[in-house]
Structure formats: structure tokens, C-alpha cells
């Protein structure tokens, strides 16, 4: 296997605080990253790299690990511009809007949905996202949740069944024989191709009974729990959530005291989608409060067409530090590390020995450019298992 080296790094983030100058982001400066297949082999000083077969000078650049989008729902068709312009008009957002990318994904071929995610992967790649996680929930029908999940598998091993995204239209009058298609029959189409299950836990989708049958059933069909949990309003979501062991309760905007003890206390990772609150001028998620008491914090971008349309997790960095209470250095790990803990990965978002090769090079000296210069496009070239996924600017 050969060697390359990515030396003279003004500033990596290596997400390992025994390297470097001993804080969570690991940071060494002037560094070098060594990198052998598709792993990082060495990480250091650059003055002390080891020799290698070729070497890519960074120039006095910054280098961090890919970011680990733990939350999308990228298998869908269509889109709801309209329905953004009327919100922005003074429109409500409701959770029923969800039903308009239900229709146009049914409606839609296999070729279509596979062009679609492959369109915003390749978007989200260029913006530094080396690891993503994505969801059915637009099919709610056993064929069609089991068609997006089918589809998204060829992507990714970060595959999510969401049949419990909202009632489907076709259960209106009947909400418990929905639960029971989701737990039985949508259940064993799915499961082969899914790693985790999801519920939105949330009046006017699913309440906290039928979200603890729905993520049970799915445990025992060998899946893991995560839960979108008080996005909307307070709700037994995320105590659900670190009860059951889930890897991530997803939005955590309304908390109360008792469900950021129990985030503290669990295993259960708080993945914060601030897309969301942007994209229907909801409060921010208070990512402060919830480091204050020592819960494990991630961001994602949540993209979806209804309520948060973005795939850059640099703007959802963006976001957190400039309305969510977050430091840079918070921020860029919860959208690396914290979203490789959310998914349970020990082998991506870091960049010390072992870990897998996905590094961004950043067009800027230091990682602290993503909320100083927000939308400017920093991502200046990806590493993605040691391939070069976007040729370097
Ligand atoms: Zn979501």
C-alpha cells in the first residue's frame, strides 16, 4: 500500500485530546497527517513526518476530519419551495407538510429517487461531509419504505427506517393499525436494509406509547433506536429515547430540567438540527445548556425539503456558534465527533492513527474560519477513506 502525506498543516483537528495541545479538538499545529489505504497512520508535527511515497503540501491551510451528518432524509422527490415562501410569508409550519413529499415520492421512479440522493451526497461531499446518515419516511406504504430504504443502502451503512415519520394519509381514521403495519409487516420488509429505527415522537405524529412499541419492536428485530425528540413542542421523546439506549434523541429543542438530566446521565447523544430552526423561525436548540451539564452534543443538518433544506453542515456550524451558545471549537466537534458518537462510530470523525482517511482541507488557516466566514465555500479538497473525493482548489 502506498503512503502520502499531508504536510504542513497550519492547524489540525485530530478529535483525539491526547494528541496535540491536550483540549477535546486535539489540535496540533504546523502538523502533518500520514495516511496508508484507507487509514491515517500517523499524525504528528510536520517537521517530524516520516518519509512517504508522495506528499501533498497543505501551504498553511487547515485540515479537520470529514463531517459526520448523523441526521438526513435525503430519499425523497420533489420539493416545497412553495410551501418555505408562504411560511416566510407568516405561515405556521406544521408537521402535515410532510404529506406533500409523501405523494411526490410514491409518484416517483427508483431512477428518480436514487438521481435525487445521489445529487445532494455529491452537494454535501463538496462541502466536506464524508459520513451521512439518511432515513426513508416519505413512502409510509410497505413497498415504498422498503423501495427508499433499498435505494439508500447503496450509499450508505448509515440507513434509517422512519415509517413512523407521521401517520400515513392512508391510516387517517385508523392511527393504531398504522402502528401495526409499522411494527409488523413494514418492519420485516425493512429491517434487512437498516441499521437503526426512528420514530418522530410529537403531537400530531406519534406519542410516547406508540413511539416505545414502534422502537421495541424494532430492537427486536435487531435495529438500534433513534428518536426525533422535542422538536416541536415538550413530549416524552428523549426520556424515551435514553430509557430505551437510543444512539441519538435528534432536535432537543424544547427540554425541560428532567430531560437534560437523564441526556446527562444516559448514553444517548443530543443531535442538534439548527437547518430546522432557521428554515421555520422556530427558537434555537440551547446547545449551552445542554454542554453545561455534560451531555454529548452533535450537529447535523437534518436536510429534507420541508423543514430544513440545507446540506452544509459548515452553515449549521455557523448557526450553533452564532445563536446557539456554542464555541468554534464546540461546534466543530459536535459535527465530527459528536456526530460519529450519535452514530456510534468509533472510526470516523477523527484524524489520529486507525482512523478512517476522510480529512477536509480548509481554505483558511484555522477550523474557526466555518463561523467567522459563514457561507463562504471553505472546503478547498475531501479525503474520503483515504481517496481524494474532491480534487484540491
Ligand atoms: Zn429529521
Redesign the pocket.
Known amino acids: 500500500m502506498t503512503t502520502t502525506a499531508v504536510t504542513h498543516i497550519a492547524s489540525l483537528v485530530t478529535n483525539d485530546p491526547s494528541l496535540g495541545n491536550g483540549t477535546p479538538l486535539g489540535l496540533i499545529l504546523d502538523a502533518a497527517v500520514v495516511i496508508e489505504g484507507d487509514r491515517v497512520v500517523w499524525t504528528g508535527e510536520s517537521s517530524k513526518a516520516p518519509a512517504t511515497d508522495s506528499a501533498v503540501d497543505a501551504s498553511g491551510r487547515a485540515v479537520i476530519p470529514g463531517f459526520v451528518d448523523s ?1 438526513s ?1 435525503l430519499i425523497f422527490a420533489g420539493d416545497r419551495t412553495q410551501e418555505f415562501n408562504a411560511r416566510m410569508s407568516g405561515r405556521a409550519y406544521s408537521a402535515g407538510g410532510i404529506r406533500t413529499t409523501v405523494a411526490a415520492t410514491r409518484a416517483a421512479t427508483d431512477e428518480q429517487l436514487a438521481a435525487n440522493v445521489a445529487r445532494y451526497l455529491a452537494e454535501a461531499l463538496r462541502q466536506g461531509t464524508t459520513t451521512f446518515e439518511t432515513k426513508s419516511g416519505y413512502g409510509l406504504t410497505v413497498e415504498d419504505e422498503a423501495r427508499a430504504l433499498r435505494i439508500a443502502a447503496r450509499h450508505t451503512e448509515e440507513v434509517t427506517y422512519l415509517g413512523a415519520h407521521i401517520v400515513s394519509p392512508d391510516y387517517a381514521d385508523d392511527p393504531a393499525g398504522y402502528v401495526d403495519l409499522v411494527t409488523g409487516p413494514m418492519l420485516d420488509a425493512c429491517a434487512p436494509y437498516a441499521r437503526w429505527i426512528d420514530v418522530f415522537c410529537e403531537k400530531g405524529a406519534f406519542d410516547g406509547d406508540q413511539a416505545r412499541a414502534i422502537l421495541t419492536a424494532g430492537k427486536a428485530k435487531g435495529l438500534q433506536p433513534r428518536v ?1 425528540a422535542g422538536k416541536l413542542s415538550y413530549g416524552p421523546g428523549v426520556q424515551l429515547a435514553v430509557e430505551l439506549d437510543a444512539a441519538s434523541a ?1 432536535h432537543c429543542t424544547h427540554l425541560t430540567d428532567a430531560d437534560v438530566d437523564a441526556l446527562a446521565a444516559g448514553n444517548t447523544v443530543a443531535t442538534l ?1 439548527p437547518g430546522a430552526e432557521f428554515s421555520t423561525r422556530a427558537p434555537w436548540p440551547d446547545a449551552r445548556r445542554l454542554l453545561d451539564a455534560g451531555v454529548t452534543v452533535a450537529l447535523s443538518t ?1 436536510c ?1 425539503p420541508g423543514s430544513s433544506f440545507t446540506s452544509s453542515v459548515p452553515f449549521c456550524v455557523a448557526l450553533a456558534v452564532r445563536d446557539m451558545g456554542m464555541t468554534p471549537d464546540e461546534a466543530l466537534w459536535a459535527a465530527t465527533a459528536g456526530g460519529a458518537a450519535a452514530l456510534r462510530r468509533e472510526d470516523v470523525g477523527r484524524l489520529a492513527p486507525g482512523a478512517r482517511a476522510d480529512l477536509v482541507l480548509l481554505d483558511a488557516p484555522s477550523h474557526v474560519h466555518l463561523a467567522y466566514r459563514p457561507g463562504v465555500p471553505l472546503v478547498a479538497g475531501v479525503w474520503r477513506a483515504g481517496e481524494q473525493a474532491v480534487p484540491l482548489g
Do not use: A, S
Open positions: 441526521h432524509h426525533h435528534d438540527l437534518d429534507n
